[in-house]
């Protein structure tokens, strides 16, 4: 199955088959590519449930590819960053990573974190289309399908990005805490200083076309108007 089919683009060659046998054990079957342009061909011909993309790669940096990577396919990404580079987790966020992960980290997280975003990529068991649409104003949602149309036209979102939507458009008036909107569209509770909630937030403002849809509620969380049309 595609889902179980992941693809790790590193130039570690130890760390990817450390990592391929671990994984193996959790029922993945791991391919890798130690270079930028393999790798992004490679995620470019699909058949893989999720890339898990290092920034630091040689000849062409991970956000480069993960730029690439967004122009033509949605596939999952996990991004590895360095420890303590904020700005790399940021950046990677904001061209559309679903998460990231900081070095060096757990061979469990890493399962779980794959297997949060996979859930959320994969949406809500048993949907089917047309089903348990969800819309306020001009934005809709499928759910099934985990489309996204405002005005009628489709909106191209991640899978991290359609799951917080969701979930701030189910509560369409209320307020909704960020470590809430963490859990339900990253699988996973806020840690300290974790800003993957507001990065993500931000790309949604600015692919709805509105800032006012989502307004911030210092303190608080964040909260969709009902009257954004």
Same mark, same amino acid.
């Given at each position: 199955?595609?889902?179980?089919?992941?693809?790790?683009?590193?130039?570690?060659?130890?760390?990817?088959?450390?990592?391929?046998?671990?994984?193996?054990?959790?029922?993945?079957?791991?391919?890798?590519? $130690?270079?930028?342009?393999?790798?992004?061909?490679? /995620?470019?011909?699909?058949? $893989?449930?999720?890339?898990?993309?290092?920034?630091?790669?040689?000849?062409?940096?991970?956000?480069?590819?993960?730029?690439?990577?967004?122009?033509?396919? #949605?596939?999952?990404? @996990?991004?590895?960053?360095? *420890? &303590?580079?904020? !700005?790399?987790?940021?950046?990677?966020l904001e061209m559309?990573?679903?998460?990231?992960?900081? %070095?060096?980290?757990?061979?469990?997280? @890493?399962?779980?974190?794959?297997?949060?975003?996979?859930? #959320?990529?994969?949406?809500?068991?048993? &949907? /089917?289309?047309?089903?348990? @649409? !969800?819309?306020?104003?001009?934005?809709?949602? /499928?759910?099934?399908?985990?489309?996204?149309?405002?005005?009628?036209?489709?909106?191209?979102?991640?899978?991290?990005?359609?799951?917080?939507?969701?979930?701030?458009? #189910? *509560?369409?008036?209320?307020?909704?805490?960020?470590?809430d909107l963490a859990?339900?569209?990253? &699988? #996973?509770?806020?840690?300290?200083?974790?800003?993957?909630?507001?990065? $993500?937030?931000?790309?949604?403002?600015? %692919?709805? &076309?509105?800032?006012?849809?989502? %307004?911030?509620v210092r303190g608080?969380?964040?909260?969709?108007? *009902?009257? /954004?049309?």
């Open positions: 199955m595609e889902e179980t089919r992941l693809l790790i683009i590193d130039d570690d060659a130890e760390l990817c088959d450390l990592l391929a046998d671990y994984l193996g054990q959790e029922g993945f079957e791991v391919s890798a590519r $130690h270079d930028a342009e393999g790798g992004l061909a490679a /995620a470019l011909a699909g058949g $893989h449930g999720l890339v898990i993309l290092d920034v630091m790669l040689p000849g062409m940096s991970g956000f480069e590819v993960l730029r690439r990577l967004r122009e033509r396919s #949605r596939v999952p990404v @996990l991004m590895l960053t360095a *420890r &303590g580079e904020e !700005v790399d987790r940021i950046v990677g559309g990573a679903d998460d990231y992960l900081p %070095k060096p980290f757990n061979p469990r997280e @890493l399962v779980a974190r794959i297997r949060a975003v996979q859930r #959320r990529a994969g949406g809500a068991p048993g &949907g /089917a289309a047309g089903v348990d @649409l !969800v819309a306020v104003g001009d934005v809709e949602l /499928a759910p099934g399908t985990r489309t996204a149309r405002r005005g009628g036209e489709v909106v191209a979102l991640t899978s991290v990005e359609f799951s917080l939507l969701e979930a701030l458009l #189910r *509560r369409a008036g209320r307020v909704v805490s960020r470590e859990v339900a569209a990253l &699988g #996973r509770p806020l840690s300290a200083y974790d800003r993957s909630v507001d990065v $993500h937030v931000s790309s949604l403002r600015r %692919k709805l &076309g509105d800032r006012e849809r989502i %307004k911030t608080a969380g964040y909260l969709y108007t *009902r009257s /954004a049309d």
